[in-house]
């Protein structure tokens, strides 16, 4: 069984794992990363640990590291992309190993980080040929943004922020009714805000 948990913080053994990790990931298509380079992952989640906002996510079978995830507090695409910059937060990676890969465990790592990371709107850089990367994100409400102007083997991509309801949430029956409110062709009951409601990604 594999579970998905933050990380308190980040040691020798987790980042020796990040880099494994990396190095089964990103040397297959698209990447193609020479082994070397693609096991620094764990150096930069190292050093990307000492930013602001930084979120850690982890995925393990037991005591073997799976997969893992990981953000800060950035504005930086959203400046390349030539956004409004302000309380960005940037997905910076993402990675499953091959073998566990179709059982969810990268939408339990995005949402992991996301929802730990105190709001968007969120950034990515993926590659444009990343199809399982790509549908995940699609799934989970990104939207591409533009090519990065650099490498055009790169898309940008932003989630933004839900936006509230258009009214209050109203109780499913009319039992509280106060007056009918006329709304243009509907007629709305005036009811009792509903209790707690419950919402994932």
């Known amino acids: 069984m594999v579970s998905v948990t933050l990380a308190d913080s980040v040691a020798v053994p987790l ?45 393990r079978q037991g005591h073997e590291v799976v997969g893992f ?41 995005h949402d992991q980080v ?10 990515l850089i993926t590659h444009v040929n990343a199809t399982a990367a790509l549908g995940l994100y699609h799934r989970r409400g990104w939207q591409a943004v533009s090519r990065h102007p650099t490498d055009t083997t790169r898309i940008i991509m932003r989630k933004a922020v839900p936006s509230p309801p258009p009214w209050p949430l109203l109780t499913s029956s009319c039992r509280n009714l106060r007056e009918p409110l006329a709304a243009g062709n509907r007629l709305l009951c005036r009811a009792e805000p509903s209790g707690t409601v419950a919402r994932t990604l």
């Open 15 to 59: 980042l020796s794992a990040v880099a494994d990790v990396g190095g089964e990931v990103f040397t297959r298509p698209p990447w193609r990363e020479p082994y070397a380079q693609a096991r620094t992952v764990a150096a930069r989640l190292l050093a990307d640990s000492a930013r602001p906002g930084f979120v850690l996510a982890v995925a």
């Open 69 to 109: 995830a990981y953000g800060y507090r950035c504005s930086a695409l959203a400046a390349t992309a030539a956004r409004p910059c302000g309380a960005d937060f940037t997905l910076k990676e993402l990675g499953v190993l091959p073998d566990f890969r179709g059982l969810s465990i990268g939408v339990a790592l």
């Open 114 to 123: 996301l929802a730990a990371s105190g709001g968007g709107p969120w950034w």
